[in-house]
């Protein structure tokens, strides 16, 4: 069946990094674009940022743009969210997301305070 399952969601001071990675199986990885997004606490959720099947196609939500960066490995089933330069704004649960046919991570937890 098909399963996205996120890590990396950790406590960070502003300013700070963090690097969020999905692992999918189920499906042929290679052929689908991926998706993530973000619920914070009270407000809907929201696009982050979306990839293509091949990797040269991204596109991001105008309040992480030139913070944060998707990419994927083919290979090895994963997309993965760089962000940089946090701010207590992007806390919230993050999510990994294939489009077609609506499949979604359970997510994983971003807590951006100092």
């Known amino acids: 069946q098909v399963q996205l399952v996120e890590s990396g969601g950790a406590l960070v001071q502003p300013g700070g990094s963090l690097r969020l990675s999905c692992a999918v199986s189920?499906?042929?990885?290679?052929?689908?674009?991926m998706k993530w997004y973000r619920q914070a606490p009270g407000k809907e959720r929201e696009l982050v940022a979306h990839?293509?099947?091949?990797?040269?196609?991204?596109n991001y939500g105008d309040s992480v743009k030139g913070r944060f960066i998707i990419s994927r490995d083919n290979a090895r089933n994963t997309v993965a969210l760089q962000m940089n330069s946090l701010n207590p704004e992007d806390t919230g649960v993050y999510y990994c997301?294939?489009?077609?046919?609506?499949?979604w991570g359970k997510g994983t937890l971003v807590t951006v305070s100092s």
């Open positions: 997301h294939r489009p077609t046919r609506g499949y």
């Open positions: 189920g499906f042929i990885f290679s052929s689908y674009n």
């Open positions: 990839i293509s099947t091949d990797g040269g196609t991204t």
